[in-house]
């Protein structure tokens, strides 16, 4: 089944490293995390990739051009420029599509615009800044069982600040710290059917989130997968410093069975 990653957004609230490359190339443990994301996939079978590319979208392009001399060692003839590349473990199989699909475009209008490159009954859509242990296998079940269009994954997040509870007088009922909310927001790691291309648009004002997903949803064609596993977003330079502090501690619960 064809992965598309959403690689086009500016990723302004991590300014502190999105300014000189794509918010997708912002490494965790020393790869980006885009990588990683892949590595999520690939850990389940799901080794092709379609990446919608924008905001320096030629970052990405070179580092996937250069992935085997980057993971690979070879020898170089410098009298002759002959490169020779040896037999290396570490390297990939994965089959990596990179489109440029405009600088402004929105999600919805990036997955339209490299619709040709899809070819199979179902494709899989994520985005280009979260991590988690979801199993995708248990995901792509629950997708065909449920006969939907479309289906995302849910979480629950826990709230940002503490929650307390009062009588009229205010006396203290309880009192929690950060507590996990009992909503689901969406995280991602979606799984359409191939009639879900019909309900987007290549103007680049077509969000995934909005007019498709919303259309999508009153037609009786959306399923959620619930999640109560990990997920995080790098959103913000303390959740990047979060995620490295995991790497670094060896307690990374997206990495379980990565090729590394």
């Not at 794509?22 to 020393?30: F, N, Q, R, S």
């Not at 009954?121 to 995708?136: A, H, W």
């Not at 959620?224 to 619960?253: I, S, V």
Request: proline share 3%; aromatic share 12%.
């Amino acid at each position: 089944m064809k992965v598309i990653i959403m690689c086009g957004g500016k990723g302004t609230r991590l300014r502190e490293e999105t300014e000189f490359k794509p918010k997708p190339m912002v490494e965790i443990g020393g790869r980006p995390v885009l990588w990683h994301i892949m590595s999520i996939y690939a850990r389940h079978g799901h080794k092709d990739f379609i990446l919608p590319l924008g905001y320096k979208g030629e970052v990405i392009k070179q580092y996937f051009h250069d992935y085997r001399i980057r993971n690979t060692d070879f020898t170089v003839d410098l009298a002759t420029g002959a490169m020779t590349t040896h037999e290396c473990n570490s390297c990939t199989d994965w089959k990596v599509t990179l489109c440029d699909t405009g600088q402004e475009t929105l999600k919805g209008a990036r997955i339209k615009r490299v619709a040709q490159h899809i070819d199979t009954d179902r494709f899989m859509v994520t985005y280009g800044d979260g991590v988690s242990d979801i199993d995708i296998d248990k995901l792509v079940e629950f997708h065909k069982k449920s006969g939907k269009i479309g289906t995302f994954t849910g979480v629950r997040m826990p709230s940002r600040f503490g929650a307390v509870q009062t009588d009229a007088d205010g006396n203290i009922l309880s009192w929690q710290e950060k507590p996990v909310l009992n909503e689901y927001i969406n995280c991602g790691f979606f799984v359409f059917k191939r009639e879900f291309l019909d309900y987007l648009d290549e103007d680049e004002s077509c969000d995934l989130e909005k007019q498709p997903l919303e259309r999508l949803a009153a037609d009786g064609q959306l399923s959620m997968y619930p999640h109560e596993g990990f997920w995080e977003c790098m959103d913000t330079l303390r959740d990047w410093q979060k995620l490295n502090a995991m790497w670094d501690k060896g307690n990374a619960p997206w990495a379980k069975g990565f090729k590394i």
